[in-house]
Structure formats: structure tokens, C-alpha cells
């Protein structure tokens, strides 16, 4: 009994306004591309680089890893195009579907290369900041191949199978194992590790890159043993399972080897970033940075005048306070001084009052002693 499955769509290609075909695979590794190349210009902006580099250099390493990624596609399934009853030229219709990751991130990487000779900036650095993108890139452009119903796994009754309808190139209709879905679920989870371990340990110098290599490796060699389509065989493994086990060895090799002879982080991914403000071209070019820079300064202006301007409200305020306060001070010396004066009038006063009444006193006993005289002299007058 059919309790849930995921349905496949009943075609892959949709008429736009009835005349432009839109591919379902072609739309995803479209929208895969342009994240990765959002998501990896955040990251560079925020590593000191200039905005655009990322996409700069994903102008090569882009067509470079379609490229790759289709040649590896061929070269190991090329029963499907060069054996007998099979037409050649359909190893070139590349929106059908068949892309290998390993020719696509070892082209790509070539690409990359050009791309960052032209821009003098390091592959390293920008290997980085682009690694989670290439993650969600991959995550996204696996619903591509459930457009395409393909790269499915053993039959299954779980209630997430996968109905596949079609019976184009030897498909048997059924239920099976939705391995793109695991794929897509595990590279959005080495996106989230990339980018936790790239803040907690400042990974630089490639490392990135490569712990997204080897835990993309990780998960694509137990999901590869689960799939059921034609595949090369290599001592009872697919040969993908072997690419994911050397290429894993690979990364973790570089890892160690790296920590050890270039500790810690680039200090500066793209020189004259920070100094100058136009593209290579002599083109005015707006940069993020410099514009928070500016924001920055002009806040740290506006704080500075406002602090200037309370300092100097609270210095006026503190003359205001001390020429009231002075001046309540010389009012009270003032009447301090005036009740000074006024008491010394008073004391002069009063001195001046004592000193009448003592010179009319002698003057008094002055008459005295004269009259006194008189009399004396008289008497004496008198008997002579």
C-alpha cells in the first residue's frame, strides 16, 4: 500500500510563453551558480576583499568546470555515447543531465587559476570564500537530476522514496531510494561545517577548500554505494567510490600539511584593496568597505561635535554658576562692607561725642581753677 513518496515531475523542460524551453537541470545549475557567487563575495568582502573579484574570477573558473565537469562525465560513461546504437553528438547536449563534480572542481580550479593571475589576488584565499557556495551550488543543482529522474538508489518502500515514471534509457519505473535528496541534504550540512569551522579556527591558506573536499567525499562515497544506475566497477566498488576515497586522503593530506607549514589565515587576500577605490580599468567602483569606513567616521564626527557640544553646554554652565556665584560673593562683601562702615561711622560717632564731653569737662574745671585764683588773690589783697 502507497502511504507517501516524492513524485518526479512528468517532464523536465517547460515552454516559456510557449517558445523558450526552460530546462529544469539547466535552471538549477543556473541558481546554483549565482548563490555560490553571492555567498563567496560575501565571504571576500569580508576577508578584505574587493566586491566583484568573486565573480571576476567565476567568469573563468565557471565555463572552465562546465567544461570539466562534462568531460569527465563522458570519458567515464562513454558507453553511453560512443558504444554501438548510441549517437556521439549526445555527448555534447550537456542540459540532459551528466556532469562530473571531480572534472568540474579540477577544471574549474584551472579556470580559477587564470582568473586570479588576472586579478593578482591569491587561488588560495579565493578557494575559501567560495567553498560553502560551491556546497549550497551542489545542493541546488542536484534537484536538477530529479527533473531528469536520474542518479536514484535501490528500491526502497520508506515513506520519502522517490516514484520514478520514466522508462528512457533502461529505466525501470518504481520506488527508489531519492539519492539526490541525500546528496543535496549533505552538502547543504558541509556549507554549514565549512563555514562553523572557517569562524572558529580561521582556516586560511586552502584549508577551506579542502575540509569542503574531504566532507563532501565523506558523503558522496556512501550515497554512491547506494545508487543503482550503470556504473564502472574496480574491485567490487564503483569507480566514484574510489575517486571519493582518494580525493578524501587528498584533502586531509593538504590539511595537515598546510596547518603545519602555514599556520593561521591570509592577512591580506587582495593588496590595495583598502587604499584604493577604483577597478582595474581606472572605473569609479562604490566599495562596501570604504563605505562603512566612511559611515563610521561621520558617526564618530557626529559623536565627537555632539560630545563638543555638551561640553560646551556644561561649561557655560559652569560660568553661569560661578558668576552667580562670585556675584552673590561681592554682594555679601558689599554688605559686609557697608555694615563695616556703617559701625565705624558709628564708633567714630560716638568717640567723636566722648571726646566733646571731655574737652567741655576740662574746659569747665579750667574755668574753675581761674575763678578759684581770682578769689585767692583777692583775699590776699585784702588783708594786706
Known sequence: MEIAYIPSPSRGVYELFGVIPLRGYAFCIIIGVFVAVWLGN????????????????????????????????VIT????????????????????????????????AVGAWIGCRSRGVPLPAWAD?????????????????????????????????????STTDGRVPGYYHPTFLYESLWCIGVAVLVI??????KLGHGRAFALYVAAYCA???WIEAMRV????????????????????????????????????????????????????????VKLDKKSEDEDSETKDSEDKKSDAEKS?????????????????????????EAAKSEDEKETAE????????????????SSSSVEAKDEEAESAAKKA
Open 42 to 73: 560575501k565571504r571576500w568582502i569580508a576577508r578584505g576583499g574587493r566586491p566583484g573579484t568573486v565573480a571576476d574570477v567565476a567568469v573563468w573558473a565557471v565555463p572552465f568546470g562546465l567544461v570539466g565537469g562534462r568531460l569527465y562525465h
Open 77 to 108: 560513461d562513454y558507453q553511453l555515447y560512443f558504444s554501438e546504437g548510441q549517437d556521439w553528438v549526445d555527448a555534447f547536449k550537456i542540459w540532459e543531465g551528466g556532469l562530473g563534480i571531480w572534472g568540474a572542481i579540477a577544471f574549474g
Open 129 to 165: 570564500a567560495l567553498a560553502p557556495g560551491i556546497a549550497l551550488a551542489q545542493a541546488i543543482g542536484r534537484w536538477g537530476n530529479w527533473f531528469n529522474q536520474e542518479l536514484y538508489g535501490r528500491e526502497t518502500d520508506l515513506p520519502w522514496a522517490l516514484h520514478i515514471t
Open 196 to 201: 562553523w569551522a572557517d569562524r572558529r579556527f
Open 219 to 221: 558523503g558522496r562515497f
Open 229 to 284: 544506475d550503470e556504473a564502472h566497477h574496480f574491485l567490487g566498488m564503483r569507480l566514484n567510490e574510489w575517486t571519493s576515497i582518494v580525493v578524501f586522503l587528498l584533502a586531509v593530506l593538504y590539511i595537515v600539511l598546510s596547518a603545519r607549514r602555514r599556520p593561521g589565515r591570509e592577512e591580506v587576500v587582495e593588496p590595495g584593496a583598502s587604499d584604493g577605490d577604483t577597478d582595474d580599468d581606472g572605473a569609479a
Open 312 to 336: 560646551e553646554a556644561k561649561t557655560s554652565e559652569a560660568k553661569t554658576s560661578e558668576a552667580k556665584t562670585s556675584g552673590a560673593k561681592t554682594s555679601e562683601a558689599k554688605t559686609s
Open 350 to 365: 560716638a568717640d567723636s561725642e566722648s571726646g566733646s564731653g571731655s574737652a567741655e569737662s576740662e574746659t569747665a574745671d
